[in-house]
Structure formats: C-alpha cells, structure tokens
C-alpha cells in the first residue's frame, strides 16, 4: 500500500481489477470473521455456551455474512456480520454489562486482526516485499473496529442502545422497530454520503481511523 490512502478504502470502481478485487474480499472477510467469532468468544466465556451452534465459533465466513453488512462495505469501506444471538440468561454475571461486552469484543478482536496483519505487513517490509494484502487487512479491520461503536443496530454499539431502551417497558417497542429499520437506515446513510460527497457523521470517524491505521503501518 502506498503511505497515503484514502477513505472509505473502497475498490477502485473505475478501473478495476481482478488483483484489487481479490485483495479487498480477502481482507473483508478476515473483518468479518474476527468481528463474529470475537463477539461469540467471549459471550462463550461469559456462560452463554451453545455447543453445536450454527452462528458461532466455526470461522466459515459465508454463515456469518450479511446481505446488507456486506453490501455496504462496497458502499463505505465496513460492514456488519449477521447477528450473533446471545441469551442473556445464561451470562453468569450481570447480563447487560455481559451483553454490552460480547457485542464490543467484536471491534476489540478486528483491532486485535488488524495488528497481526500490521506485523506481518512489516515482516514483508523488512525484505523489500511489497505488500498489499495485510496492509488492506488493517485498513478495513480498522474501518470496521471503529464504524462499529456506532450506536445503531446491528452494529456492535448497537448494544448500548438496547441496554437503554429495553430497560424501559416504553421503549421496548421502540428498539424492536429500530432493529428492523437499522440495516436499512446505515446502507441508505452511506449510500448518501457517497453519491453527495457529504461526509457526515464520517467527518469525525475517519480521522480516528486514519491516525491508527497510520499507527499500525507505521506510515
């Protein structure tokens, strides 16, 4: 990668290319694998074990796509995984502070791929190999880490939403329609902010995501 890029790091839709392309699936499901199976992991960790399962701790990146979260990393360079479904009955201790802390162990575990990746990236470096590949990985584990503590659903932050609604009967119904319009609201968001050029809510993301993607190449 060259030392400047931009964001959203997205496929160059102009010319594209197969290489380009490949790179950039590649690193999109590495991001989705450590958001799904990092938020799976710990809620395991936490009691809420369920041997067998068919949305957690199996690393096939086809179950843990989502439509729509996949959809817009093409849009805005991060996405979301399929909800993983956690019972909260099950967490020994606290089950709020349990559930608010599995969804958020998804963007920990995509900081946690990022950094791998940064190290071999330098590992390349050191013998004049140039890199694309991991340098994208941490690019949109990075993306994704970041764009994740956006407090909508089915984001991870989504979860600190749900701990204020649903602890009010009143809003119960509130947070249940949210879920339903979430996916539809981020992609028709990004999806604006691409086509106008209107950068938004990004306009305070991205810098948070430039200056550790920065850090992590060492740029």
């Known amino acids: 990668m060259n030392g400047e890029f931009y964001l959203p790091y997205l496929i160059n839709y102009s010319y594209p290319t197969v290489e380009g392309i490949a790179i950039f699936c590649v690193a999109m499901f590495t991001a989705i694998i450590a958001n799904a199976e990092g938020q799976a992991f710990v809620a395991t960790i936490l009691g809420d074990s369920k041997p067998g399962a068919t949305d957690r701790l199996h690393f096939n990146v086809f179950l843990h796509m989502s439509l729509l979260g996949t959809l817009c990393f093409f849009i805005a360079g991060f996405g979301w995984v399929k909800q993983i479904k956690f019972n909260t009955a099950h967490f020994r201790r606290s089950p709020r502070v349990s559930l608010l802390v599995s969804r958020l162990s998804g963007p920990l575990a995509n900081l946690l791929m990022a950094n791998i990746a940064a190290s071999l990236s330098w590992v390349l470096s050191r013998y004049d190999v140039e890199d694309n590949v991991f340098s994208t990985i941490v690019v949109l584990n990075v993306t994704m880490a970041v764009y994740s503590l956006i407090p909508i659903p089915p984001l991870p932050g989504g979860a600190l939403t749900e701990i204020i609604l649903t ?53």
């Open 167 to 219: 602890g009010n009967n009143g809003f119960a119904k509130f947070w249940r329609g949210l879920c339903l319009v979430g996916p539809y609201l981020l992609v028709g968001l990004f999806l604006f902010f691409r086509l106008t050029g209107f950068e938004g809510v990004s306009s305070l993301i991205n810098p948070i995501v430039l200056w550790l993607t920065n850090y992590a190449l060492n740029i």
